[in-house]
């Protein structure tokens, strides 16, 4: 797309589903510049605040001679396998935590900034070049982050980034940890700028025992690469260019946007100004077009994703139909109806005509419910019954698998694993129903996730982050992860 003020940007945008708000990222790189500017959006078109996360992340080099910089001495740090706490990266269980080999297992570094100090974060090689991150104020959180030395941290890293090589990441976030949200209030519009340049440190001082020395310089080096008063005065334009609509549209995302346009339209409720983010009509596939006919007003017939809402059961309520009763079921699970959803769940398996997929999914359902009551051994006997009923869906298969250790049974999870299907040994991707997110808990084994810390699926034994990547990262300290192609890593 073309600015008025003459920018040529690449803009990138979508409906965020778990907030219910819409996110734009616009990427430039002005004539002999020596950093790539990006300018975010996020918007919140509710009548009601909602609690808002966001984190930038950039991949870095690992290799023995890399370290990377912020201006604090302490950070709040996590181990993943202990609650979070204050630490000194330099001087953290032995080791300096700022060289990215040092760590024996994945490890967090929130560093805890002044709020008079400039805020970024830079890793510097060798020869002192690097990529740093630089951002205006509202970006206060900087985070460097470590897979570790470990044998599970390794394989996980290869597992979800394969061909990649040793990487860590720093990253930048509207709070100062994962472990926390901004209120982000109802109507509100929250931008920024980001910048992204080599850093280019003097080794001898980046790489020197020195830490308070060895931030200065950095200090001084950022502010020569991208002046922290320049990088401020970008954000007005960057607002104002943020409703220049596209000139040419390179690739269309999911149709979520389209389909929570027109709910809200039906309800009667606000919208943003498309402007510049579109939401195309050429956008919505069978994801979301089942939906689209529900607020319609036609009749339906499942869905192969899911939804939640208050407005979405009081439209299903008013269908029949088994597949119509699932979604029901699904939307009270993943609000912690627990009774409502086995009641709902046992209704489908009472039904007729009931659709495969469906059948074994509420099994599922029904077996997770059971097992959030405490009734472990129903609860895994539908399980095992769903699996059983629809042998093609290989996630519930590992679900089922890693739920009966988990509670009790491994002659259960033997029994599913002899079970197996010959191409799943093979690597085959499991066949993971999309938009299952939003459904009740339905477990990933794999894709490494940044969502917001606190969202909860009801299949989830802890809240905080997605269920996949807290037992990656657990596994990766005490060293248990396995390849892609075995039972995996999964959790519920």
């Not at 009081?314 to 009774?339: I, K, N, V, W, Y």
């Amino acid at each position: 797309m073309h600015t008025p003020d003459g920018k040529h940007m690449l803009r990138m945008w979508e409906f965020e589903r778990l907030r219910e708000v819409v996110f734009q990222v616009d990427i430039w790189l002005p004539e002999d510049s020596e950093v790539l500017l990006a300018a975010v959006r996020i918007r919140n078109p509710n009548d009601h605040e909602v609690p808002m996360y966001w984190w930038s992340n950039a991949a870095i080099p690992e290799t023995a001679q890399t370290r990377v910089i912020a201006p604090a001495d302490e950070a709040f740090g996590s181990d993943y396998a202990t609650d979070i706490t204050r630490v000194r990266p330099t001087a953290h269980e032995g080791y300096d935590g700022t060289w990215l080999v040092n760590s024996p297992h994945a490890a967090d570094f929130f560093f805890d900034i002044d709020p008079s100090e400039r805020r970024w974060v830079v890793a510097a090689d060798s020869d002192g070049d690097g990529l740093a991150m630089l951002s205006t104020g509202l970006l206060r959180g900087k985070k460097l982050f470590v897979w570790g030395q470990g044998q599970g941290g390794k394989r996980w890293q290869e597992w979800l980034s394969p061909g990649a090589g040793p990487y860590a990441e720093i990253q930048a976030g509207l709070a100062q940890t994962q472990f926390e949200h901004l209120v982000m209030p109802a109507g509100a519009e929250w931008s920024w700028v980001e910048a992204y340049g080599n850093g280019h440190l003097d080794p001898a001082t980046s790489h020197g025992a020195d830490w308070d020395a060895a931030v200065r310089h950095a200090s001084e080096q950022l502010e020569s690469l991208q002046p922290h008063a320049d990088l401020e005065a970008m954000l007005p334009a960057a607002i104002s260019n943020a409703d220049v609509p596209p000139s040419k549209m390179l690739l269309t995302g999911s149709g979520w946007g389209v389909v929570q346009r027109a709910r809200r339209r039906r309800a009667g409720k606000g919208w943003i100004d498309e402007s510049g983010t579109p939401f195309v009509n050429e956008s919505v596939t069978a994801e979301q077009e089942p939906w689209l006919g529900l607020l319609k007003g036609q009749p339906f017939d499942g869905a192969p994703s899911f939804v939640a809402g208050a407005d979405w059961e009081e439209l299903l309520e008013g269908q029949g139909g088994p597949e119509a009763a699932f979604h029901l079921a699904t939307m009270r699970h993943s609000r912690q109806d627990l009774a409502g959803a086995q009641a709902g769940y046992s209704k489908v398996l009472g039904a007729k005509g009931v659709h495969r997929r469906t059948k074994a999914l509420a099994h599922r359902g029904l077996g997770l419910a059971l097992l959030a009551a405490g009734k472990e051994e129903e609860g895994l006997a539908e399980l095992r019954t769903g699996v059983e009923t629809d042998s093609t869906l290989t996630a519930l298969l590992l679900e089922a698998v890693t739920l009966g250790i988990r509670h009790g049974d491994p002659t259960m999870a033997l029994d599913l694993a002899e079970s197996a299907p010959v191409d799943l040994a093979g690597g085959r991707t499991p066949d993971v129903p999309e938009g299952t997110r939003t459904g009740p808990g339905w477990a990933r084994s794999g894709g490494r996730r940044n969502p917001p810390s606190g969202s909860r699926d009801p299949g989830s034994a802890r809240g905080g982050r997605t269920p996949s990547r807290s037992c990656g990262r657990r596994c990766a300290r005490a060293n248990l992860c396995r390849p892609r192609t075995s039972s995996g890593c999964i959790k519920s």
